[in-house]
Structure formats: C-alpha cells, structure tokens
C-alpha cells in the first residue's frame, strides 16, 4: 500500500522525517506532496518547489529511504476539485496523513483512509519557528535534518530569509 503526506515544508524538519519514517515502517511506498508548489520567495514559502525537492531527497536518501515519491503540487483556489488535482498528479495512493482538519475533510469525502500521526516535539519542530531562528539568528541547525542545513547555505537562504523579512517590515 502508498501513502500520501502533504506539507509546504518550508523548511524541511526532524518532525517530518519522523513521520516518514514512520510511513515506510509501515507502508511500502511514500509520496511526499511538496504543496504550495507555485510559491516561493515570501516569508511563509520562502524556498521554492525545486530547492525543498533537494532538501526532502538529500535527507531521505541520507537515512537510506529509498522508497519515496517527491510530487509538487500548486495550490488551487477551488478546494472541492483539490484532490482530483492531486490524484491527477501523484501516484495512486491508498491511505492520507494528515492533521490539518482541511485536508483530512477533503481527502476523507472522496473516499480515503486517513491517519494522524503523532507531534513529534512541535514546539522545536515547525516550520515556521524554524524559519523564525533563522531570521533573528537563533540557533537552528539542530531542528533540521544535517542534508536541510547544508542545502539552505548553499542556496544563500539564511540570507534570502533576512532580507525577506527586512523588506516585510518596510
Ligand atoms: N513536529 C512535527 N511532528 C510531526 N509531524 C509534523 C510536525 N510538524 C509538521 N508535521 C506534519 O507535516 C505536515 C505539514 O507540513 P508543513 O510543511 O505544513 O509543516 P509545519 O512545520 O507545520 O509548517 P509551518 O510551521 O510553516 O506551517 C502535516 O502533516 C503535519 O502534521
Ligand atoms: N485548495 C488548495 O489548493 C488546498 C487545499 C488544502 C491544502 N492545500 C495545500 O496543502 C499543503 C499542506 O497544508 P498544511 O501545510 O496546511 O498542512 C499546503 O501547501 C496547502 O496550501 C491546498
């Protein structure tokens, strides 16, 4: 059996790795869904479709998971037809992790098991207080997978974060 995760993994975390490690303990294969694939450069999608596909690979294979299935997908502005949008894109899927109530309403009317994983540690585990330490120079390496920490020097993002936020507070 396939199952799906979908998150913006802005950056990607430990917290993530952790549920997919989760998934392939438990199902053959996992499709990380990349969403809100069309954004990038803002300070809640800092990082585009193309630079968090390397950060999810180079982490996965990095663990030695090798049974994955990386798939952008863009935001629709129509949430009835979204999972037909994404069926349309991914590989068939049986079963849908979630803990957004949206996304498990929307997978569970068109017929999907879904399971909720676990929180692991949420407060040092979020994308968006990650993204915060990076801005005000906090520690946070530490909440990344090493493959995450090295592809965002790379790709200058510690800066690109600073001055996005920068020009947000103009
Ligand atoms: N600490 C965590 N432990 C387990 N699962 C997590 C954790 N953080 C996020 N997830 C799961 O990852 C998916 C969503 O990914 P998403 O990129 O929105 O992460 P996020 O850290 O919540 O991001 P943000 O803080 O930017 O909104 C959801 O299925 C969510 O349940
Ligand atoms: N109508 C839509 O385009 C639609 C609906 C629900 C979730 N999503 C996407 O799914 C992804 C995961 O959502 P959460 O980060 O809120 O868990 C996000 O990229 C979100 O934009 C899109």
Not at 38 to 52: I, K, M, V
Request: aromatic letters at 10%; glycine letters at 6%.
């Amino acid at each position: 059996m396939r199952a799906l995760i979908i998150g913006r993994f802005q950056p990607f975390h430990k917290g993530h790795l952790e549920v997919i490690k989760y998934i392939v303990s438990k199902y053959e294969d996992v499709i990380v869904g990349i969403g809100s694939a069309q954004y990038s450069h803002t300070l809640d999608n800092p990082f585009t479709a193309g630079e968090r596909h390397l950060m999810i690979s180079r982490s996965l294979e990095a663990e030695g998971i090798h049974n994955y299935y990386l798939v952008p997908i863009e935001d629709l502005h129509r949430n009835s037809i979204w999972v037909a949008h994404v069926e349309s894109i991914a590989p068939p899927f049986d079963v849908v992790f979630a803990n957004n109530p949206l996304i498990k309403r929307l997978f569970e009317e068109r017929g999907y098991k879904i399971e909720t994983p676990p929180f692991y540690d949420r407060k040092k585990y979020s994308g968006r207080e990650i993204r915060r330490r990076i801005i005000h120079g906090e520690p946070w390496e530490q909440f990344v997978p090493e493959m995450v920490a090295r592809t965002i020097k790379e790709i200058d993002g510690i800066s690109r974060l600073r001055e996005l936020a920068e020009s947000d507070e103009e």
